[in-house]
């Protein structure tokens, strides 16, 4: 086998390895969804986190105060909006565990099948 075949084949087995696994994250998405939509869930679930938001918010401002000598306004909204930020997040993904969770599992079941396909191709197995 030449190193263009190679290449090909293998390129060719990535983009089934990617193409099974956004198959198995939707199939999964829509399972945990079951018809309601995403932006609904995504909006209850930043209601939810306002609370991380504000506490990573005055860990931003505390830091900031005890970290720095000369205070400028400019570095303490950089610093609250930076912590409220990583709060937002952290807050977004708590609320979101279970979808990701069932989404990641979905993604990582289509991967294996494909990667036992691709097994099976390259070693078939003679019962005769």
């Given at each position: 086998?030449?190193?263009?075949?190679?290449?090909?084949?293998?390129?060719?087995?990535?983009?089934?390895?990617v193409d099974?696994?956004?198959?198995?994250?939707?199939?999964?998405?829509?399972?945990?969804?079951?018809?309601?939509?995403?932006?609904?869930?995504?909006?209850?679930?930043?209601?939810?986190?306002?609370?991380?938001?504000?506490?990573?918010?005055?860990?931003?401002?505390?830091?900031?105060?005890?970290?720095?000598?000369?205070?400028?306004?400019?570095?303490?909204?950089?610093?609250?909006?930076?912590?409220?930020?990583?709060?937002?997040?952290?807050?977004?993904?708590?609320?979101?565990?279970?979808?990701?969770?069932?989404?990641?599992?979905?993604?990582?079941?289509?991967?294996?099948?494909?990667?036992?396909?691709?097994?099976?191709?390259?070693?078939?197995?003679?019962?005769?």
């Open positions: 086998m030449s190193f263009l075949e190679w290449s090909k084949s293998n390129v060719d087995y990535g983009r089934r390895l099974s696994a956004v198959e198995g994250a939707r199939t999964a998405e829509d399972e945990f969804l079951r018809d309601k939509p995403l932006a609904v869930n995504l909006e209850r679930s930043a209601r939810q986190a306002l609370t991380p938001t504000v506490f990573g918010a005055c860990l931003g401002l505390l830091s900031w105060y005890l970290g720095s000598e000369r205070h400028s306004t400019r570095r303490a909204l950089a610093c609250g909006f930076r912590g409220g930020a990583i709060g937002f997040g952290a807050g977004v993904l708590w609320e979101n565990r279970k979808l990701i969770s069932s989404v990641a599992s979905g993604a990582l079941k289509n991967i294996n099948k494909t990667r036992d396909n691709h097994w099976f191709e390259k070693n078939p197995i003679d019962y005769a």
